[in-house]
T-cell receptor, first 118, second 112 residues
Framework: DTGVSQNPRHKITKRGQNVTFRCDPI?????LYWYRQTLGQGPEFLTY????????KSRLLSDRFSAERPKGSFSTLEIQRTEQGDSAMYLC????????????????FGPGTRLTVT | GDSVTQMEGPVTLSEEAFLTINCTYT??????LFWYVQYPGEGLQLLLK?????DKGSNKGFEATYRKETTSFHLEKGSVQVSDSAVYFC???????????FGQGTRLTINP
């Protein structure tokens, strides 16, 4: 399977604990995105990377959230001091970026990590 | 800011019925428009796209036309199947921006 993978698929944690999610994009995709989806809503943009550089962060990404993509391949999203309001599906997506002067912008999504904060 | 509004669901149809899911958008520039589909237990999949006014995106019997004058991108299919049961999301991406802005989704159920 060469699609976007995310681990873990499910995470249950107690309020106040820290959690970390991992995303492995499609090989050779330069751009990587994180979204959050709550029940009955569409995904909301959190942040995106071009290679290892984090180029945009949403206001939704509070100080408790941090994302990294250290070698321009996989990415991690950490939530510190989790709150019940953090319960959601966290989605990762990747896209090819620019090649030969053409911007390939279609985003390919992983299955998501469902976080439940009790 | 940019936004996408979809018709409220859920939508329930019989097999072979005609489907329309309405989508309108608000954007400052000239966005690209997308429909994504989420089948039960699976991740979001790109269904079709259109990058400029009057473009028609199509895939798997689904179609949507980019209407700049009405700021709409309605999804249509002439004859739905049980396997089309899923949640459908309309989304946009502004030129030069990377993020997708999604509508709230429309749950579609097709009964045999």
């Amino acid at each position: 399977d060469t699609g976007v993978s995310q681990n873990p698929r499910h995470k249950i944690t107690k309020r106040g604990q820290n959690v970390t999610f991992r995303c492995d994009p499609i090989s050779e995709h330069n751009r990587l995105y994180w979204y959050r989806q709550t029940l009955g809503q569409g995904p909301e943009f959190l942040t995106y990377f071009q290679n290892e550089a984090q180029l945009e962060k949403s206001r939704l990404l509070s100080d408790r959230f941090s994302a990294e993509r250290p070698k321009g391949s996989f990415s991690t999203l950490e939530i510190q001091r989790t709150e019940q309001g953090d319960s959601a599906m966290y989605l990762c997506a990747s896209s090819p970026g620019t090649s030969g002067g053409t911007d390939y912008y279609e985003q390919y999504f992983g299955p998501g990590t469902r976080l439940t904060v009790t | 800011g940019d936004s996408v509004t979809q018709m409220e669901g859920p939508v329930t149809l019989s097999e072979e019925a005609f489907l329309t899911i309405n989508c309108t958008y608000t954007a400052t520039g000239y966005p690209s428009l997308f429909w994504y589909v989420q089948y039960p237990g699976e991740g979001l999949q790109l269904l079709l796209k259109a990058t400029k006014a009057d473009d028609k995106g199509s895939n798997k019997g689904f179609e949507a036309t980019y209407r700049k004058e009405t700021t709409s991108f309605h999804l249509e299919k002439g004859s739905v199947q049980v396997s089309d049961s899923a949640v459908y999301f309309c989304a946009l991406s502004e030129q030069g921006a990377q993020k997708l802005v999604f509508g709230q989704g429309t749950r579609l159920t097709i009964n045999p």
